[in-house]
């Protein structure tokens, strides 16, 4: 069974730009959330998708965003890169259900310069 | 949501046991607690979870105080594979896929 897949692995944008990070679920699950991690704030939830709506959103500004589609695949979106948006962009697949173990990708790694 | 709280770091010799501890004196009682790790860079990897009961599978066991007020992960046996930050996390009730994590506990195992 294929894990969770993000793409791309690393990513380099200039501060302003926007870019779009892409997270393939394993088969059969349904929600999708994604985090954030930096040396000085280690991993915080951004927001979780389930059947292609939004079912909980962390505290991070409107310029990060995200969305699902059907097969549940899920890309996060941010907009007017900032220098301190440099990091590894995790994004974590599970059934969805209660109490049901997430299985993480191996993360996106974006630098803003 | 419980917090919980962990020592920064931990030691241990290749071979041996290494039990790493976690506070959650606040949980609740339809609260899980949750084991995941996460190796230098990599995504975190779920390694258990559970809610009174001690569980165990071919990774670790998880033992929970009878008050739920703490709990310790055991791996039995460790590598240097085992090596990597380990966070102890409670499960946000209807909070499905949604994980606080804390600093965690850095395990560094030795030869």
């Known amino acids: 069974k294929a894990g969770v897949t993000q793409t791309p692995r690393y990513l380099i944008k200039t501060r302003g730009q926007q870019v779009t990070l892409s997270c393939s679920p394993i088969?059969?699950?349904?929600?999708v959330s994604w985090y954030q991690q930096t040396p000085g704030q280690g991993l915080q939830f951004l927001f979780e998708y389930f059947s292609e709506t939004q079912r909980n959103k962390g505290n991070f500004p409107g310029r990060f965003s995200g969305r699902q589609f059907s097969n549940s695949r899920s890309e996060m979106n941010v907009s007017t890169l900032e220098l301190g948006d440099s990091a590894l962009y995790l994004c974590a697949s599970s059934l969805g259900r209660v109490n049901t173990e997430a299985f993480f990708g191996q993360g996106t790694r974006l630098t803003v310069v | 949501d419980a917090k919980t709280t962990q020592p920064t770091s931990m030691d241990c010799a290749e071979g041996r046991a290494a039990n790493l501890p976690c506070n959650h004196s606040t949980i609740s009682g339809n609260e899980y607690v949750y084991w995941y790790r996460q190796i230098h860079s990599q995504g975190p990897q779920y390694i258990i979870h559970g809610l009174k009961n001690n569980e165990t599978n071919e990774m670790a066991s998880l033992i929970i105080t009878e008050d739920r007020k703490s709990s310790t992960l055991i791996l039995p046996h460790a590598t240097l594979r085992d090596t990597a930050v380990y966070y102890c996390i409670v499960r946000v009730p209807g909070g499905y896929n949604k994980l606080i994590f804390g600093a965690g506990t850095r395990l560094a195992v030795h030869p």
């Open positions: 088969s059969g699950h349904r929600s």
